[in-house]
């Protein structure tokens, strides 16, 4: 999406891309590689130990093979996924201009999944960079505090994030038509 600069009075484009903005809401990309196929190797291992090393219950009731199994499953996979939360962690922390050290210890160290809480609950929020004049940023902020450019499409009435499809504003009713809007999002709204 580009953005638009108001500073000179009127609406200008500015051609500089904000493809960081997207790739930062990849998901399962933010897991690494290192981190699925350690997860796969443990999971494969774990399996095979607890196969062969854990005994089966000493007194067969009905059923006893498959709580057996049951018990096994689920060790491996909350094994498996608290290695893929590592992964995970090591990636977003970067991302968030955070200590990567400290939160892989917190993490790691934590019983029971406990630190990856508590990281989810203090994280900080992803920050970009305005194209215009580079001041740092918390994502989904519209107009840049330092020189005005616009970071997202707003209601030129009430200044209230709107979609870019959207005909008329959610907040005020006004007519984003009026606006000047980029010619690539006229087109779409003339378009429907």
């Excluded at 934590?110 to 001041?135: D, E, H, S």
């Excluded at 007519?175 to 809007?181: G, I, R």
Aim: overall charge positive; charged content about 15%.
């Amino acid at each position: 999406m580009s953005g638009w600069n108001l500073q000179s009075g009127g609406a200008q484009r500015d051609s500089a891309p904000q493809s960081h903005q997207h790739r930062d809401t990849d998901g399962l990309k933010m897991i690494p590689l290192w981190s699925v196929l350690l997860a796969v190797a443990v999971s494969t291992t774990a399996l095979i130990y607890f196969n062969q090393h854990v005994p089966p219950p000493s007194h067969r009731r009905p059923g006893w093979m498959t709580s057996h199994w049951i018990f096994i499953y689920t060790m491996v996979t909350a094994l498996a996924s608290y290695i893929l939360l590592l992964g995970y962690v090591s990636r977003d922390v970067r991302r968030r201009g955070m200590p990567v050290a400290l939160w892989m210890v917190i993490v790691a160290l934590m019983p029971g999944g406990i630190g990856g809480v508590v990281y989810f609950l203090l994280r900080q929020p992803i920050m970009v960079r305005c194209p215009n004049c580079t001041t740092e940023l918390t994502a989904g902020t519209h107009f840049c505090p330092q020189c005005r450019f616009q970071m997202a499409p707003v209601c030129g009435q009430c200044f209230r994030g709107v979609q870019i499809t959207d005909v008329y504003c959610q907040q005020c009713g006004h007519d984003l038509a009026e606006d000047s809007a980029p010619a690539r999002l006229r087109v779409f709204s003339d378009s429907n």
